[in-house]
């Protein structure tokens, strides 16, 4: 039940992100976005995937990495378009 509860956080949180990920895709602008932000994000999703990974956590495996993919999207279209 408990891994449930985990799995429903990580689709929550990993969904989030798409609106901006398919905004910055379409119009191809992150002209208002900080380049920081992302830049720490992906480090700090990564540390989690790892975390989760050691710990063999299926939630927190799935939910950090869908989101350190659409996270470093976003942060390389940051650096690319600027």
């Known amino acids: ?3 449930l509860l985990g799995y ?9 992100f798409f609106p901006q ?5 379409k119009t ?3 002209k208002d976005m900080s ?3 992302w830049l720490l994000l992906s480090v700090g999703v990564l540390c989690w995937l ?3 990974i ?3 956590s299926g939630p927190i495996i799935v939910a950090n990495g869908i989101t ?3 996270a470093g999207a976003v942060l390389a279209l940051k650096i690319i378009h600027g």
């Open 1 to 3: 039940m408990l891994d």
């Open 8 to 16: 429903l956080a990580a689709a929550l949180t990993t969904v989030a």
């Open 35 to 37: 380049l920081l932000m």
């Open 50 to 52: 790892i975390y989760g």
């Open 68 to 70: 350190l993919v659409l």
């Open 21 to 25: 990920v398919l905004k910055a895709f």
């Open 54 to 56: 050691e710990l063999g």
């Open 28 to 30: 191809k602008s992150t």
